[in-house]
């Protein structure tokens, strides 16, 4: 029988009510549903709803449901339960130690407000969970950045080789966006973290609930302050949506980095067979799957953002159907986040960089076109036509087939006779990097210092998490 059988008289017709029913996927919500209502529990027997020793005997049975039916999701969905909140609420009455009591758990409550509350516990806890693997991610960049601190890679512009970094900054430049993403989580959870119970389906809760009790017992900050807002707000899932998919977004470029790496035309980097895949049919073939995978899933992440945003968009308040369409799209995006996130770390630790052949493509492609340039001016020349003189030699290198390091000084000298003998020192991979040690730089007094400030904040996050 549904929660609202007193007005009806006729059954739902069976499509109405699978189209209708949610417990196929809310049944995600149960602990949150139970953590809830225990809760409320406490707050209507101080509103004098309940006995104290009613409240006990609803509590311990709530305690019991979670236990016999968590973590057994394909028999609650059995149950042929409305939701998890009639399903919850229908195990109680049936529970032995309660019985008819169960039937006034849901005084002076709303399912829209009580969706709203569940739904929140499960955004923070998720949030915390994202934080954590974004954590972990980032210490597998770090250490990636510490084992190549030295290791030299072209750096790209237009995908055209444009100056020599560090692969050590490299790994920092996504450390930085990650670090983003984790204060756009926590920002998110910050907002969050609001008790909607007690706005009831709309108005607010008819019983003399103390919210403020109510929003401590379930760890919230504060309760939400309008009721017409609290049960159709869900700007918190909107934006816990955003910030993932902006996470994913930079998981996919570094994806996309790491794929054009470990083609054979660059080849500066192996992929371990723990996270490659082989093809059916060409037998050569070492496939990146888990980096295609994650640069592959922004799509449906993105996608969650914006069906939800849609969803919202024409709503009149408060309350309506269409906001149980909230679930789905949020449980898929942070459940696939999170395998990206979990995966990037496998697929970091195993990568085997081929120095040599990184190193020799840093120095191709007239990567230190801008040293030359840079000589010159401390020769003098001003900038505009030192640019010009470089790329003189560079037309020149590439008619012979040269670097600039191999061209000899006297036809370097026909190009401009202020250059002079000390020009190679200067032009040198290595000396190009000395010079740009100044902070955010790749050169590798900078990147050492980079990195022991990365490894600094998250040595100092891991210790508030762990409250020291
Ligand atoms: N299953 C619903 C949801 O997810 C719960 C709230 C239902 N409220 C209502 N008045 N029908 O949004």
Redesign the pocket.
């Known amino acids: 029988m549904p929660l609202w059988s007193g007005r009806f008289s006729e059954a739902s017709d069976p499509l109405f009510k699978r189209f209708n029913d ?1 417990l196929r996927f ?1 049944h995600r919500l149960l602990k949150q549903d139970i953590q809830g209502s225990i809760a409320w529990a406490a707050a209507i027997e101080r509103a004098g709803v309940l006995e104290s020793h009613e409240r006990e005997r609803i509590v311990i049975a709530l305690a019991e449901i979670e236990k016999r039916w968590g973590g057994d999701s394909a028999r609650i969905v059995e149950s042929g339960a ?4 009639s399903f919850v609420e229908a195990e109680l009455i049936r529970h032995p130690g309660v019985g008819d009591l169960g039937k006034k758990l849901h005084t002076g409550r ?3 407000d ?2 709203a509350t569940d739904l929140r516990l499960w955004v923070r806890d998720e949030l915390d969970s994202r934080l954590a693997e974004l954590r972990a991610a980032q210490a597998a960049l770090l250490a990636l950045a510490e084992r190549e601190i030295e290791t030299i890679i072209p750096g790209y512009t237009h995908l055209q080789r444009a100056q020599p970094i560090l692969l050590s900054h490299w790994a920092l430049a996504y450390f930085e966006m990650l670090d983003r993403d984790a204060s756009r989580l926590a920002d998110a959870r910050r907002r969050a973290n609001l008790c909607p119970l007690g706005s009831g ?1 709309l108005a607010g809760s008819a019983y003399p609930i103390d919210r403020a009790a109510l929003a401590r017992d379930l760890g919230f900050d504060a309760p939400t302050a309008n009721s017409l807002d609290a049960v159709s707000d869900r700007d918190f899932v909107v934006e816990s949506l955003a910030a993932a998919a902006l996470c994913a977004v930079h998981l996919s470029r570094l994806a996309e980095d790491l794929i054009l790496y470990t083609s054979g035309e660059f080849a500066f980097v192996e992929l371990s067979e723990r996270v490659t895949s082989g093809s059916s049919l060409m037998p050569q073939k070492k496939n990146p799957d888990a980096l295609e995978l994650i640069r592959g899933k922004v799509g449906r992440i993105l996608g969650a953002h914006t069906a939800l945003c849609t969803t919202i968009k024409g709503l009149p308040l408060a ?1 309506n ?1 269409d ?2 369409a ?2 789905a799209p949020l449980f898929d995006a942070m459940d696939n986040l999170s395998r990206c996130l979990r995966v990037l770390p496998v697929v970091l630790e195993g990568m085997k960089i081929d120095r040599a052949r990184c190193l020799a493509a840093a120095k191709g492609g007239y990567s230190n076109a801008t040293d030359l340039a840079d000589y010159l001016v401390s020769k003098g020349v001003p900038f505009r036509e030192a640019h010009e003189l470089a790329g003189k030699a560079v037309r020149l290198g590439l008619s012979r087939g040269q670097a600039l390091e191999d061209l000899p000084l006297a036809d370097l000298q026909k190009i401009d006779p202020r250059i002079q003998q000390d020009v190679f020192a200067r032009i040198a991979l290595e000396a190009g990097m000395a010079k740009r040690n100044l902070m955010g730089g790749t050169g590798t007094e900078a990147v050492r210092a980079a990195l022991a400030r990365a490894k600094g904040a998250e040595a100092s996050s891991v210790g508030r998490k762990s409250g020291a």
């Open positions: 949610s809310d409305e939701d998890v909140h709303s399912r829209n009580q969706v389906a309350y159907k906001l149980q909230d679930k």
